[in-house]
Every structure is written in structure tokens, then in C-alpha cells.
């Protein structure tokens, strides 16, 4: 196949052919295993074998990195009702494998897809009251590496239905969790942080900050992230 010109129209075409891969039912003991090799060795996922980097939010709601089938079966015995996919995308082993094990036990799966980073686009910002309230709960929300996205998820559902203060948001990004501040991702702190600065401070609720407030491109033209921290989580650590 003659590689497009374009380079956003090259990485498309490849991504349309990895979806055309893994994005359907498995078949065979060869599909299967090939699967697995990929959420393994191509998406990491043997190093989430020693740690998901799970973490609890409330008793309603949990975030991790990518389950592998065990992991989705094991949280399905304490009661996991739906999944929300933070990664987007159909595009590896790890969804063909997830979406077999949900449709097995009768878990949902929600995509609800973020960046890790960019300034949250506020449509979406505004569109998630609907979607906390069209969760079955107990949930498990997800990204590849569980630092990024998956805080960001936890930090909105905290402001959006738990109604906390940013301070306690922002508490879900932390190197603890494996979320480098520094790098490209530090956008997310930067986007809390806005709102505690410019929002909480004069007394207004998150979504109305969002609703008449928020700036993305301007969040996004001031911010500055560092470079070696951006190659650790980009290149080193490989995140998405």
C-alpha cells in the first residue's frame, strides 16, 4: 500500500487498519492468543500484570489503567456494572479482549474518549452530567496507564457530582498515581487550576465556570510543559 502524502493522512490510514484488525469478535485460539500478545508486549499491558494502578474514588466509582480480562472478571465478582473507556478507539488487542470478557459477564462498556493532551473541549465538559447519570454503578473508568485520563475523569466526576472543591480534584493528578505535571499532560493541572483561580475563587460552581469561562485555546497557548518530562511520559514511559 503506497503511503499517503499527508502525514495525518498516513497515521489515519494505519489506524483505520489496526480498528479493521482488532475491532471484532474473536474467532479462534490464533485471534485470541494474538491479543493477547498485543495487549502484552505492543500496549504494555505485562506491566500492568504487577501494577493496574487502580485506585478508588468513591465506593461507586474506581479508576485504572487498561484491565486485561482477569483484571474486568476479578472486579465483576465485587460488582462492576459498567466500564467507561477513556482511550477511544478500536485500534488494539486489549478492546478485542475487553469487549469479549464484557459481553460475556453483561458489563457495559461506555467510551467517553479524553486527552491527555489538550485543553478538555467543552462540549464534552458540559455533556457529562448526562453521562454520571447514565451510568449503572459500581463503575470502573479507564485509560492505557491510569494517570492521565483516568484522572482527569475522576477529577470531573469529583467537581460534577460530589460537588468538592478543586484542591481535592486536583488530587487525582499526582505522581503517585503516575501523572508527570510537567510534561504535555500537566495541561489537565493547568485546566483545574484555572478553574480554582478563576471559578471557586469568585464563588462560582464548576460547570458554570465551563459554561461562561473557560478559555481552551487560551489554556492551551499559555501552557508550557517541560522537556524532559515530556519525554520520560512520552517516550520513555510511551503514554498515549
Known sequence: MARPDHP???????????????NRPI?????????????LFTDHGILRLVHLNAH???PRLW????????????????????????RGGRSH???QLEREITEKLGIRVVDCVLSSRGAPDRDLLLQLPALFASITYPALAHCKSGAD??????????????????????RELTLLKGHF???????????LEAYRDEGEARGKVFLDWVREDYDPAKLQAN??????????????????
Open 149 to 170: 485520563r483516568a484522572g482527569l475523569f475522576a477529577a470531573l466526576y469529583l467537581l460534577i457530582v460530589e460537588k468538592t472543591d478543586a484542591a481535592t480534584a486536583l
Open 8 to 22: 495525518h493522512e498516513y497515521y489515519a490510514a494505519r489506524r483505520e487498519r489496526r480498528e479493521a484488525r482488532w
Open 93 to 95: 488487542g486489549a478492546w
Open 181 to 191: 505535571r510537567y510534561a504535555q499532560t500537566g495541561i489537565l493541572d493547568a485546566f
Open 27 to 39: 474467532t479462534s485460539r490464533r485471534e485470541r492468543l494474538r491479543a493477547w500478545a498485543d495487549l
Open 56 to 58: 478508588e474514588i468513591t
Open 223 to 240: 501552557f508550557r510543559p517541560k522537556r524532559l518530562s515530556s519525554l520520560i511520559a512520552d517516550r520513555l514511559l510511551a503514554r498515549e
Open 63 to 86: 479508576r485504572s489503567a487498561q484491565p486485561s480480562p482477569r483484571d474486568i472478571a476479578r472486579m465483576a465478582g465485587k460488582g462492576l456494572k459498567t466500564i467507561v473507556n477513556l
